[in-house]
């Protein structure tokens, strides 16, 4: 159960694929989805007897379509039929910790919390799942995939099988890479338009705004702003740190010690009263980006006014 639906699946197919023999799973392996059955089905099927195999594997997708009445199966996993392996996939949700079907499972079976990974986490789960299949990626590849698809590591995996399949066991993942591969930018994207802000290099910002208004689908503003909010948070974090070291600082702001110069850089060109102040402005902007009091100003004018307010 929990938040992150990537590894509820892995769990899961592992055990779908694992168990039996393909001999075995014609007759003792089910797969049922929670929107089409009932907790009385899923208990009828969990109690019937394998068929020429030590277990039978029963599998329930989506099982969070049941959440009005999957506390029924307590009973069941009070006393589960010991030659059935029952997989209950409950995702994006929890199940209430404080009832007897939480209790029951943790005492009869295993109950595993699948969590969503904060942001600053993304790159480095990025590379420690390519680090075993023999690939490496560069901190501003892995940046980008984040900025781009998010922290949904579904997402990223199928990029980064793409990615693998293309690209030779032993090659490092690159910027290049990805923006010929995934068709994510590697020169105007929000990682290098924080970049360029931070540097107050205003003809390279300007240029990324600008193809960012004209592709407003690809760069939604919203993403932009959040995006930008973060860094000005974290640099006036930044300022009020005693040990400036590249490795206190990476620690501190959860970020890759690769970024630290970023972080240095920006706060000779920001100082802590300018980076309170567009925080603050950073604040009105995100309302903005949603709708609220600004309907009528397309969203490239907005970036473009934000950076104006930045940079000046």
């Given amino acids: 159960m929990g938040e992150e639906p990537y590894y509820i699946d892995k769990v899961s197919d592992f055990i779908e694929e ?106 480095n789960w990025i590379r420690r799942v390519l680090s075993p299949k023999g690939y490496t990626i560069t901190p501003k590849a892995a940046q980008m995939l984040v900025e781009f698809l998010g922290t949904d590591l579904s997402k990223i995996n199928n990029e980064l099988e793409k990615l693998q399949i293309i690209l030779p066991k032993g090659h490092q993942i690159t910027p290049e890479a990805i923006e010929e591969n995934i068709g994510i930018s590697k020169d105007y994207n929000n990682f290098e338009l924080r970049k360029a802000i931070g540097e107050k290099n205003v003809k390279k910002a300007y240029r990324i705004v600008n193809y960012f208004a004209e592709n407003p689908k690809d760069n939604p503003m919203v993403v932009t702003v959040s995006l930008l909010f973060n860094f000005f948070s974290q640099l006036l974090h930044f300022h009020g740190l005693k040990d400036k070291s590249p490795r206190s600082v990476a620690s501190a702001l959860k970020i890759n010690p690769y970024f630290v110069n970023e972080y240095t850089s920006a706060a000779r060109n920001y100082p802590m009263r300018k980076v309170s102040a567009l925080v603050s402005i950073l604040r009105s902007f995100d309302v903005k980006s949603k709708g609220v009091g600004a309907n009528s100003v397309p969203q490239g004018d907005l970036l473009k006014e934000l950076l104006v307010r930045i940079l000046n």
Avoid: C, H
Avoid at 28 to 51: A, F
């Fill in 18 to 123: 694992s168990v039996l023999t393909d001999a075995e799973r014609g007759f003792n392996q089910m797969v049922l989805y929670g929107r089409d059955i009932s907790v009385e089905d899923i208990v009828s099927n969990s109690k019937r007897y394998p068929m020429m195999a030590e277990y039978q594997v029963v599998i329930i997708k989506e099982a969070q379509d049941l959440s009005r009445t999957i506390e029924k199966l307590a009973s069941y996993a009070e006393n589960p039929q010991p030659t059935t392996i029952l997989v209950v996939n409950y995702k994006y949700k929890k199940i209430d910790k404080r009832k007897a079907l939480y209790k029951s499972l943790k005492k009869t079976g295993v109950v595993y919390e699948s969590k969503k990974l904060y942001e600053n986490q993304v790159a």
